[in-house]
């Protein structure tokens, strides 16, 4: 069993920048491909970035391009969520997520089959 745990959020200004991390443990992660989603109070959950097993390959939807950055540390089983330039529409509970099966799209949140509890960021006007 994986346990994965966020953390980093909280308030910031419009223009702030925040930094999340999540840590995994149980067994390691190397070889699967992590995700980061968010999820806003009455909308469905969407992906805001993803970061295959060697790092090598990222995806970022338009909304977030630009101004977040997806890393990944396989020797510490951490994944990483640099986010500049924040919006309040950036406001949301932020999640990562472990995609184990090959199968599915990466973009998709019902391919991911761990997920840690949130960690909630704001970004104030």
């Known amino acids: 069993q994986v346990h994965l745990v966020e953390f980093g959020g909280g308030l910031v200004q419009a223009g702030g920048s925040l930094r999340l991390s999540c840590s995994a443990s149980?067994?390691?992660?190397?070889?699967?491909?992590m995700g980061w989603f968010r999820q806003a109070p009455g909308k469905e959950r969407e992906i805001v970035a993803a970061?295959?097993?060697?790092?090598?390959?990222?995806y970022y939807p338009e909304s977030v391009k630009g101004r977040f950055t997806i890393s990944r540390d396989n020797t510490e089983n951490s994944v990483h969520l640099q986010m500049n330039s924040l919006k309040p529409e950036d406001t949301a509970t932020y999640y990562c997520?472990?995609?184990?099966?090959?199968?599915?799209?990466?973009?998709?949140?019902?391919?991911?089959?761990?997920w840690g509890q949130g960690t909630q960021v704001t970004v104030s006007s």
């Open positions: 997520a472990e995609k184990v099966l090959p199968s599915g799209s990466p973009l998709d949140p019902g391919s991911y089959s761990y």
């Open positions: 970061i295959n097993w060697t790092g090598g390959s990222t």
């Open positions: 149980g067994r390691t992660f190397m070889t699967y491909t």
